[in-house]
């Protein structure tokens, strides 16, 4: 069963849908289809995931701050306004430069 999101018509904000932790990663999902998701995540400073495959395409918008996204030992700093597709099957991983936050949009096909 699908999920919907209790959002869905809804206009937001960005930056009022997910508020930063101290020392923690928050997420929250927006939409949750078996064709794919957007799901937006804060890092507080220095928080990150190591590092993990995927078996889709992933593709990273920064809406806030800056981050070190290395895919396949390649590191790429990406800040506020500037996206990255991480490949799929390549191993990646993140880590907050400053406190920043994603979205991230995988499709599932």
Do not use: C, W
């Amino acid at each position: 069963m699908e999920k919907h999101s209790e959002n869905t018509g809804n206009a937001l904000n960005l930056e009022e849908v997910l508020k930063y932790q101290k020392d923690a990663i928050v997420s929250r999902t927006l939409v949750n289809r078996k064709t794919g998701t957007v799901t937006l995540f804060a890092f507080d400073k220095n928080q990150g995931l190591s590092e993990h495959t995927a078996p889709f395409d992933a593709l990273v918008y920064v809406t806030d701050g800056e981050a070190e996204i290395q895919i396949s030992g390649k590191p790429n700093r990406v800040k506020k306004g500037e996206f990255i597709v991480m490949p799929a099957k390549k191993p990646h991983s993140l880590k907050a430069i400053e406190k920043f936050k994603m979205m991230l949009v995988m499709i599932r096909s």
